[in-house]
Protein backbone atom coordinates (compact mmCIF):
# COMPACT_ATOMS: atom_id res chain seq x y z
CA UNK A 1 0.00 0.00 0.00
CA UNK A 2 2.98 2.44 0.78
CA UNK A 3 4.34 3.02 -3.23
CA UNK A 4 0.44 3.60 -4.50
CA UNK A 5 0.08 6.07 -1.53
CA UNK A 6 2.83 7.98 -2.61
CA UNK A 7 2.54 7.91 -6.11
CA UNK A 8 -0.89 9.31 -5.33
CA UNK A 9 0.35 11.80 -3.02
CA UNK A 10 3.35 13.15 -5.52
CA UNK A 11 0.46 13.51 -8.01
CA UNK A 12 -1.87 15.05 -6.31
CA UNK A 13 0.91 17.70 -5.69
CA UNK A 14 2.16 17.44 -9.22
CA UNK A 15 -1.20 17.96 -10.33
CA UNK A 16 -2.58 20.87 -7.51
CA UNK A 17 0.58 22.56 -7.79
CA UNK A 18 0.89 23.31 -11.32
CA UNK A 19 -2.65 24.28 -11.62
CA UNK A 20 -2.18 26.73 -8.92
CA UNK A 21 1.45 27.53 -10.34
CA UNK A 22 -1.00 28.46 -13.84
CA UNK A 23 -3.76 30.34 -11.89
CA UNK A 24 -0.98 32.39 -9.84
CA UNK A 25 0.88 33.44 -13.30
CA UNK A 26 -2.27 34.39 -14.89
CA UNK A 27 -4.63 35.27 -12.45
CA UNK A 28 -2.65 37.44 -10.29
CA UNK A 29 -1.41 40.30 -12.54
CA UNK A 30 -4.38 40.02 -14.20
CA UNK A 31 -6.61 40.36 -10.82
CA UNK A 32 -3.96 43.77 -10.31
CA UNK A 33 -4.80 44.90 -13.82
CA UNK A 34 -8.70 44.77 -13.44
CA UNK A 35 -8.38 46.23 -9.91
CA UNK A 36 -6.15 49.53 -11.27
CA UNK A 37 -8.02 50.15 -14.73
CA UNK A 38 -11.00 51.29 -16.01
CA UNK A 39 -12.59 50.60 -19.48
CA UNK A 40 -15.70 49.56 -21.20
CA UNK A 41 -17.12 46.43 -20.24
CA UNK A 42 -15.28 45.93 -17.37
CA UNK A 43 -17.95 45.40 -15.50
CA UNK A 44 -18.98 42.29 -17.66
CA UNK A 45 -15.62 40.94 -17.27
CA UNK A 46 -15.67 40.85 -13.25
CA UNK A 47 -19.09 39.82 -13.54
CA UNK A 48 -17.53 36.88 -15.21
CA UNK A 49 -15.36 36.78 -13.06
CA UNK A 50 -16.87 36.29 -9.46
CA UNK A 51 -20.00 33.83 -11.47
CA UNK A 52 -16.59 32.05 -12.37
CA UNK A 53 -15.63 31.84 -8.35
CA UNK A 54 -18.28 29.38 -7.70
CA UNK A 55 -17.89 27.35 -10.56
CA UNK A 56 -19.07 23.37 -9.97
CA UNK A 57 -16.21 21.43 -10.88
CA UNK A 58 -17.99 18.78 -11.93
CA UNK A 59 -19.58 21.27 -14.81
CA UNK A 60 -15.90 22.22 -15.75
CA UNK A 61 -15.09 18.47 -15.62
CA UNK A 62 -17.82 17.86 -17.82
CA UNK A 63 -16.94 20.90 -20.73
CA UNK A 64 -12.92 20.31 -20.61
CA UNK A 65 -13.92 16.42 -21.37
CA UNK A 66 -16.11 17.40 -24.39
CA UNK A 67 -13.10 19.74 -25.31
CA UNK A 68 -10.65 16.74 -24.76
CA UNK A 69 -12.82 14.04 -26.01
CA UNK A 70 -11.90 12.46 -29.67
CA UNK A 71 -14.71 14.79 -31.20
CA UNK A 72 -13.70 18.08 -29.29
CA UNK A 73 -11.65 21.00 -30.63
CA UNK A 74 -8.90 19.72 -28.51
CA UNK A 75 -9.15 16.31 -29.36
CA UNK A 76 -5.86 16.15 -31.60
CA UNK A 77 -4.12 16.71 -28.44
CA UNK A 78 -4.72 13.46 -26.63
CA UNK A 79 -5.20 14.72 -23.25
CA UNK A 80 -8.14 13.27 -22.25
CA UNK A 81 -7.74 10.55 -18.94
CA UNK A 82 -4.21 12.32 -18.50
CA UNK A 83 -2.63 14.44 -15.62
CA UNK A 84 -2.92 17.24 -18.00
CA UNK A 85 -6.21 17.20 -18.56
CA UNK A 86 -7.03 17.30 -14.86
CA UNK A 87 -4.72 20.27 -14.76
CA UNK A 88 -6.36 22.27 -17.10
CA UNK A 89 -9.92 21.54 -15.73
CA UNK A 90 -8.15 22.56 -12.40
CA UNK A 91 -6.79 25.62 -13.60
CA UNK A 92 -10.14 26.20 -15.23
CA UNK A 93 -11.54 25.81 -11.41
CA UNK A 94 -8.73 27.96 -9.36
CA UNK A 95 -7.93 30.82 -12.14
CA UNK A 96 -11.42 32.92 -11.16
CA UNK A 97 -11.07 32.70 -7.79
CA UNK A 98 -7.28 33.79 -7.45
CA UNK A 99 -8.45 36.14 -9.80
CA UNK A 100 -11.47 37.75 -8.36
CA UNK A 101 -9.78 37.53 -4.90
CA UNK A 102 -6.61 39.64 -6.20
CA UNK A 103 -8.84 41.95 -7.53
CA UNK A 104 -10.71 42.33 -4.37
CA UNK A 105 -7.31 42.50 -2.50
CA UNK A 106 -5.72 45.49 -4.68
CA UNK A 107 -9.09 47.46 -4.80
CA UNK A 108 -8.63 48.23 -1.06
CA UNK A 109 -5.73 49.60 -1.56
CA UNK A 110 -5.92 53.34 -1.30
CA UNK A 111 -6.10 54.65 -4.77
CA UNK A 112 -3.14 57.80 -4.48
CA UNK A 113 -0.70 54.98 -3.59
CA UNK A 114 0.42 54.61 -7.28
CA UNK A 115 1.32 58.45 -7.64
CA UNK A 116 2.86 58.48 -4.49
CA UNK A 117 4.97 55.66 -5.59
CA UNK A 118 5.74 57.44 -8.84
CA UNK A 119 6.52 60.12 -7.02
CA UNK A 120 9.71 58.75 -5.33
CA UNK A 121 10.77 57.59 -8.21
CA UNK A 122 9.42 54.01 -8.69
CA UNK A 123 8.85 53.08 -12.86
CA UNK A 124 5.62 50.96 -13.76
CA UNK A 125 7.11 47.49 -12.77
CA UNK A 126 8.64 49.19 -9.75
CA UNK A 127 5.30 50.25 -8.97
CA UNK A 128 3.39 47.08 -9.87
CA UNK A 129 5.50 45.14 -7.34
CA UNK A 130 5.28 47.63 -4.57
CA UNK A 131 1.29 47.64 -5.08
CA UNK A 132 1.47 43.63 -5.12
CA UNK A 133 3.47 43.72 -1.42
CA UNK A 134 0.69 46.02 -0.38
CA UNK A 135 -1.71 43.51 -1.71
CA UNK A 136 0.18 40.44 -0.07
CA UNK A 137 -2.30 39.47 2.48
CA UNK A 138 -4.93 39.84 -0.04
CA UNK A 139 -3.09 37.67 -2.67
CA UNK A 140 -2.09 35.34 -0.14
CA UNK A 141 -5.77 34.72 0.42
CA UNK A 142 -6.49 34.36 -3.29
CA UNK A 143 -3.74 31.48 -3.74
CA UNK A 144 -5.13 29.77 -0.45
CA UNK A 145 -9.05 29.76 -1.73
CA UNK A 146 -7.08 28.93 -5.24
CA UNK A 147 -5.80 26.06 -3.80
CA UNK A 148 -8.55 24.98 -1.55
CA UNK A 149 -10.95 24.72 -4.69
CA UNK A 150 -8.95 22.29 -6.06
CA UNK A 151 -7.37 20.38 -3.94
CA UNK A 152 -10.50 18.51 -2.84
CA UNK A 153 -12.50 18.54 -6.05
CA UNK A 154 -13.55 15.03 -7.21
CA UNK A 155 -15.63 16.22 -9.81
CA UNK A 156 -13.44 17.25 -12.46
CA UNK A 157 -10.67 15.08 -11.84
CA UNK A 158 -12.86 11.98 -11.99
CA UNK A 159 -14.25 13.27 -15.29
CA UNK A 160 -11.25 13.71 -17.11
CA UNK A 161 -8.47 11.96 -15.22
CA UNK A 162 -10.80 8.68 -14.78
CA UNK A 163 -9.36 7.74 -11.43
CA UNK A 164 -6.98 5.37 -13.09
CA UNK A 165 -4.80 3.50 -11.08
CA UNK A 166 -0.99 4.76 -11.40
CA UNK A 167 -1.39 7.49 -14.07
CA UNK A 168 -4.18 10.02 -12.70
CA UNK A 169 -5.36 8.78 -9.86
CA UNK A 170 -5.41 11.37 -6.95
CA UNK A 171 -5.96 11.97 -3.30
CA UNK A 172 -9.27 13.04 -3.31
CA UNK A 173 -10.66 10.46 -6.02
CA UNK A 174 -9.00 7.42 -4.30
CA UNK A 175 -11.29 8.07 -1.45
CA UNK A 176 -14.54 7.65 -3.48
CA UNK A 177 -12.90 4.70 -4.97
CA UNK A 178 -12.65 3.41 -1.83
CA UNK A 179 -15.83 4.74 -0.18
CA UNK A 180 -17.58 2.98 -3.08
CA UNK A 181 -15.11 0.12 -2.47
CA UNK A 182 -16.07 -0.43 1.28
CA UNK A 183 -12.87 0.27 2.61
CA UNK A 184 -14.26 3.13 4.79
CA UNK A 185 -10.93 2.74 6.96
CA UNK A 186 -8.25 3.43 3.89
CA UNK A 187 -10.65 5.76 2.75
CA UNK A 188 -10.65 7.71 6.27
CA UNK A 189 -7.23 7.28 6.07
CA UNK A 190 -6.76 9.09 2.83
CA UNK A 191 -8.90 11.65 3.97
CA UNK A 192 -6.61 12.32 6.48
CA UNK A 193 -3.83 12.57 4.45
CA UNK A 194 -5.54 14.78 2.41
CA UNK A 195 -6.48 17.26 5.25
CA UNK A 196 -3.35 16.81 6.38
CA UNK A 197 -1.72 18.20 2.94
CA UNK A 198 -3.98 21.04 3.29
CA UNK A 199 -2.89 22.35 6.63
CA UNK A 200 0.43 21.57 5.78
CA UNK A 201 0.12 23.70 2.61
CA UNK A 202 -2.04 26.47 4.43
CA UNK A 203 0.22 26.51 7.43
CA UNK A 204 3.32 27.49 4.79
CA UNK A 205 1.63 29.87 2.90
CA UNK A 206 -0.25 31.58 6.31
CA UNK A 207 3.51 32.01 8.17
CA UNK A 208 5.07 33.46 4.57
CA UNK A 209 1.74 35.94 4.94
CA UNK A 210 2.84 37.17 8.25
CA UNK A 211 6.59 37.08 7.02
CA UNK A 212 7.93 40.68 6.98
CA UNK A 213 8.97 42.28 3.98
CA UNK A 214 11.92 44.01 2.33
CA UNK A 215 10.34 47.29 0.43
CA UNK A 216 12.39 48.34 -3.05
CA UNK B 1 18.05 79.37 -21.35
CA UNK B 2 18.74 80.83 -17.80
CA UNK B 3 20.45 77.83 -16.38
CA UNK B 4 19.60 79.51 -13.33
CA UNK B 5 15.89 78.43 -13.29
CA UNK B 6 14.65 75.10 -12.18
CA UNK B 7 11.21 76.02 -13.15
CA UNK B 8 9.32 78.29 -15.59
CA UNK B 9 5.55 78.14 -15.95
CA UNK B 10 4.02 80.15 -18.81
CA UNK B 11 0.10 80.55 -19.52
CA UNK B 12 0.02 77.11 -17.35
CA UNK B 13 -3.44 76.43 -16.89
CA UNK B 14 -5.45 73.42 -15.79
CA UNK B 15 -8.47 72.11 -15.74
CA UNK B 16 -10.51 68.97 -13.90
CA UNK B 17 -14.07 68.15 -16.17
CA UNK B 18 -13.82 71.11 -17.93
CA UNK B 19 -13.89 73.30 -14.79
CA UNK B 20 -11.05 76.20 -14.28
CA UNK B 21 -8.46 75.05 -11.59
CA UNK B 22 -5.30 76.63 -11.82
CA UNK B 23 -4.27 79.73 -14.02
CA UNK B 24 -0.52 80.66 -13.86
CA UNK B 25 0.64 83.45 -16.24
CA UNK B 26 4.30 83.34 -15.60
CA UNK B 27 6.15 82.05 -12.79
CA UNK B 28 10.05 81.26 -12.23
CA UNK B 29 11.33 79.41 -9.74
CA UNK B 30 15.01 79.31 -8.78
CA UNK B 31 18.11 77.10 -8.16
CA UNK B 32 18.28 76.92 -4.21
CA UNK B 33 15.43 78.33 -3.92
CA UNK B 34 12.55 78.01 -1.12
CA UNK B 35 9.06 78.77 -2.28
CA UNK B 36 6.33 79.32 0.15
CA UNK B 37 3.02 79.11 -1.45
CA UNK B 38 -0.21 80.26 0.48
CA UNK B 39 -3.35 80.60 0.14
CA UNK B 40 -6.94 79.44 0.98
CA UNK B 41 -7.99 75.63 0.96
CA UNK B 42 -8.84 74.99 -2.75
CA UNK B 43 -7.03 78.12 -3.95
CA UNK B 44 -4.69 75.38 -6.64
CA UNK B 45 -2.09 74.88 -4.28
CA UNK B 46 -1.55 70.98 -4.40
CA UNK B 47 -2.28 71.29 -8.47
CA UNK B 48 0.20 73.87 -8.84
CA UNK B 49 2.48 70.91 -6.99
CA UNK B 50 0.92 68.48 -9.20
CA UNK B 51 1.79 69.98 -11.83
CA UNK B 52 6.14 71.02 -10.72
CA UNK B 53 5.76 67.27 -9.96
CA UNK B 54 5.54 66.56 -13.80
CA UNK B 55 3.04 64.01 -13.04
CA UNK B 56 -0.01 65.35 -14.81
CA UNK B 57 -0.03 67.62 -18.09
CA UNK B 58 -1.54 71.42 -18.41
CA UNK B 59 -4.84 71.51 -20.19
CA UNK B 60 -2.10 74.50 -21.71
CA UNK B 61 0.03 76.45 -21.46
CA UNK B 62 4.06 75.78 -20.90
CA UNK B 63 5.93 74.49 -18.07
CA UNK B 64 10.05 74.59 -18.51
CA UNK B 65 12.15 72.38 -16.54
CA UNK B 66 15.78 72.16 -16.07
CA UNK B 67 15.26 74.82 -18.58
CA UNK B 68 13.67 71.96 -21.37
CA UNK B 69 9.94 72.17 -22.29
CA UNK B 70 8.32 69.17 -20.17
CA UNK B 71 7.18 66.71 -23.22
CA UNK B 72 4.34 64.62 -22.10
CA UNK B 73 4.04 62.07 -19.76
CA UNK B 74 7.77 62.53 -18.44
CA UNK B 75 9.85 59.91 -18.26
CA UNK B 76 11.09 58.06 -15.39
CA UNK B 77 14.81 59.61 -15.74
CA UNK B 78 13.68 63.60 -15.32
CA UNK B 79 10.89 62.41 -12.66
CA UNK B 80 13.39 61.53 -10.17
CA UNK B 81 14.92 64.64 -9.87
CA UNK B 82 11.79 65.78 -8.16
CA UNK B 83 9.78 64.07 -5.21
CA UNK B 84 6.81 65.31 -3.01
CA UNK B 85 5.45 64.58 0.22
CA UNK B 86 1.60 64.53 -0.07
CA UNK B 87 -0.96 66.57 2.01
CA UNK B 88 -1.90 62.37 3.34
CA UNK B 89 0.94 60.33 2.89
CA UNK B 90 0.82 56.69 2.44
CA UNK B 91 3.44 54.36 3.87
CA UNK B 92 4.68 51.03 2.78
CA UNK B 93 4.54 47.52 4.51
CA UNK B 94 7.69 46.99 6.17
CA UNK B 95 9.65 48.70 8.67
CA UNK B 96 10.03 52.79 8.90
CA UNK B 97 13.64 52.19 8.28
CA UNK B 98 12.70 50.32 4.95
CA UNK B 99 10.14 52.80 4.02
CA UNK B 100 12.88 55.85 4.35
CA UNK B 101 14.72 53.72 1.88
CA UNK B 102 12.93 53.07 -0.19
CA UNK B 103 12.67 55.80 -2.67
CA UNK B 104 16.69 55.82 -2.66
CA UNK B 105 16.67 52.36 -3.15
CA UNK B 106 14.87 52.30 -6.28
CA UNK B 107 17.68 54.84 -7.57
CA UNK B 108 20.27 52.13 -6.68
CA UNK B 109 21.21 54.09 -3.71
CA UNK B 110 21.86 52.59 -0.28
CA UNK B 111 22.03 55.11 2.08
CA UNK B 112 21.33 53.66 5.66
CA UNK B 113 23.47 55.95 7.73
CA UNK B 114 22.04 59.06 6.26
CA UNK B 115 18.49 57.50 6.68
CA UNK B 116 18.90 56.98 10.06
CA UNK B 117 20.17 60.51 10.79
CA UNK B 118 17.35 61.96 9.27
CA UNK B 119 15.31 59.39 11.65
CA UNK B 120 17.06 60.69 14.34
CA UNK B 121 16.90 64.39 13.68
CA UNK B 122 13.61 64.07 13.35
CA UNK B 123 13.10 62.24 16.27
CA UNK B 124 12.61 58.68 15.02
CA UNK B 125 15.43 57.05 16.03
CA UNK B 126 14.38 54.53 18.03
CA UNK B 127 11.20 53.36 15.82
CA UNK B 128 13.94 52.96 12.92
CA UNK B 129 12.77 48.83 12.89
CA UNK B 130 9.03 49.31 14.12
CA UNK B 131 6.93 48.36 11.65
CA UNK B 132 5.40 51.28 9.97
CA UNK B 133 2.09 50.53 10.84
CA UNK B 134 1.09 51.43 13.88
CA UNK B 135 2.85 54.92 13.42
CA UNK B 136 0.67 58.31 14.29
CA UNK B 137 -0.42 60.69 12.21
CA UNK B 138 2.50 63.12 13.07
CA UNK B 139 5.22 60.30 12.75
CA UNK B 140 3.79 59.08 9.53
CA UNK B 141 3.90 62.62 8.25
CA UNK B 142 7.36 62.31 10.05
CA UNK B 143 8.91 59.33 7.84
CA UNK B 144 7.28 60.49 4.67
CA UNK B 145 9.32 63.98 5.12
CA UNK B 146 12.38 61.41 5.87
CA UNK B 147 11.81 59.31 3.23
CA UNK B 148 11.40 62.30 0.18
CA UNK B 149 14.77 64.19 1.90
CA UNK B 150 17.22 60.55 1.98
CA UNK B 151 16.48 60.56 -1.57
CA UNK B 152 18.80 63.42 -2.13
CA UNK B 153 16.79 64.78 -5.01
CA UNK B 154 17.50 68.30 -6.46
CA UNK B 155 14.10 69.22 -6.27
CA UNK B 156 11.65 68.86 -3.50
CA UNK B 157 7.65 69.67 -3.04
CA UNK B 158 6.19 69.45 0.05
CA UNK B 159 2.40 70.09 0.66
CA UNK B 160 1.70 71.04 4.21
CA UNK B 161 4.50 69.05 5.59
CA UNK B 162 4.23 70.55 8.96
CA UNK B 163 0.71 70.53 9.58
CA UNK B 164 -0.28 68.13 12.92
CA UNK B 165 3.31 68.51 14.03
CA UNK B 166 4.72 69.79 17.20
CA UNK B 167 7.01 72.79 17.12
CA UNK B 168 10.00 71.04 18.04
CA UNK B 169 9.43 69.24 14.72
CA UNK B 170 7.95 71.99 12.74
CA UNK B 171 11.87 73.41 13.67
CA UNK B 172 13.51 70.19 12.98
CA UNK B 173 11.92 70.28 9.46
CA UNK B 174 12.57 74.02 8.51
CA UNK B 175 16.04 73.26 9.91
CA UNK B 176 16.67 70.41 7.27
CA UNK B 177 15.12 72.16 4.54
CA UNK B 178 17.71 74.76 5.23
CA UNK B 179 20.50 72.41 5.26
CA UNK B 180 19.44 71.09 2.14
CA UNK B 181 20.23 73.89 0.38
CA UNK B 182 22.98 75.05 2.27
CA UNK B 183 24.93 71.80 1.43
CA UNK B 184 23.47 70.79 -1.73
CA UNK B 185 21.53 73.44 -3.47
CA UNK B 186 17.99 71.71 -3.39
CA UNK B 187 15.12 73.89 -4.09
CA UNK B 188 11.74 73.72 -2.35
CA UNK B 189 8.18 74.47 -3.32
CA UNK B 190 6.15 74.02 0.30
CA UNK B 191 2.61 74.78 0.68
CA UNK B 192 1.86 75.78 4.12
CA UNK B 193 -1.12 77.76 6.08
CA UNK B 194 1.79 78.52 9.00
CA UNK B 195 2.10 82.15 7.78
CA UNK B 196 5.00 82.47 10.13
CA UNK B 197 6.56 79.24 8.69
CA UNK B 198 6.27 81.03 5.35
CA UNK B 199 7.71 84.14 6.68
CA UNK B 200 11.37 82.62 8.33
CA UNK B 201 11.92 79.92 5.99
CA UNK B 202 10.88 80.98 2.58
CA UNK B 203 13.42 83.19 0.01
CA UNK B 204 9.70 84.10 -1.74
CA UNK B 205 5.94 83.58 -0.62
CA UNK B 206 3.42 83.85 -3.47
CA UNK B 207 -0.04 83.77 -2.64
CA UNK B 208 -2.65 81.71 -4.69
CA UNK B 209 -6.60 82.82 -5.22
CA UNK B 210 -9.04 80.85 -7.29
CA UNK B 211 -6.46 79.44 -9.12
CA UNK B 212 -4.64 82.82 -9.74
CA UNK B 213 -1.08 83.67 -8.68
CA UNK B 214 -1.93 87.25 -6.58
CA UNK B 215 1.80 88.16 -5.79
CA UNK B 216 5.22 86.06 -5.20
CA UNK B 217 7.66 88.66 -3.14
CA UNK B 218 10.52 88.45 -0.87
CA UNK B 219 8.79 87.49 2.51
CA UNK B 220 9.97 91.11 3.99
CA UNK B 221 7.82 92.32 1.37
CA UNK B 222 4.71 90.12 1.36
CA UNK B 223 4.33 90.53 4.51
CA UNK B 224 5.25 93.94 5.25
CA UNK B 225 4.13 96.21 2.17
CA UNK B 226 2.24 94.09 -0.18
CA UNK B 227 1.72 94.91 -3.37
CA UNK B 228 -1.85 93.63 -3.92
CA UNK B 229 -4.23 94.82 -1.89
CA UNK B 230 -5.98 90.67 -1.76
CA UNK B 231 -2.37 89.59 -0.59
CA UNK B 232 -3.15 92.56 2.54
CA UNK B 233 -7.01 91.26 2.75
CA UNK B 234 -5.46 87.10 2.86
CA UNK B 235 -2.94 88.56 5.52
CA UNK B 236 -5.29 90.55 7.80
CA UNK B 237 -7.60 87.28 7.81
CA UNK B 238 -10.21 89.55 5.88
CA UNK B 239 -10.75 87.35 3.31
CA UNK B 240 -13.93 85.22 3.51
CA UNK B 241 -13.49 81.98 1.32
Given at each position: ???????V?R?T?????????????????????????????????????????????????????????????????????????M??????I????????????????????????????????????????E??P??????L???????SE????????????????V???????????????????????????????NA????????????G | ???????????L??????????G???????????????G????????????????????????????????Y????????????????????????????????R????????????????????????A???????????????????????????????T????????????R??????????????????????A?????R?????????????????F????????????????M??
Open positions: MIDPFWELLLQVTGLALGVAAVAGIPSGLILARSRFRGRGVVVAVIYTGMGLPPVVVGLVVYLLLSRSGILGPLAWLFTPRAILAQIIALPVVTGLTMAAAEAINPELSLQLRSLGANPAQEARAVLGAQGVLAALAGFGAIIVGAAMLVGGNIDGQTRLSTAVVLETRRGNFGLALALGGALLTLAFIVLLLRFQGSPRRL | MNADLVFRAKERKDYGGAFTLIDDLEIRRGEILALVPTGSGKSTLLRLLHLLESPTSGTLEFEGRPVVPAGVSIRRRITMVFQRPLLLRGSVLDNVLYGALRGRLTPDKALSLLDSLGLGNLANPAFPLSGGEIQRVAVARAFAIGCPVLLLDEPANLDPAHVHGIEIIRSLREESGVTTVIVTHNLPQRRLADVALLLDGRLIEAAEPNRFDHPADPRTMAFLRGDVW
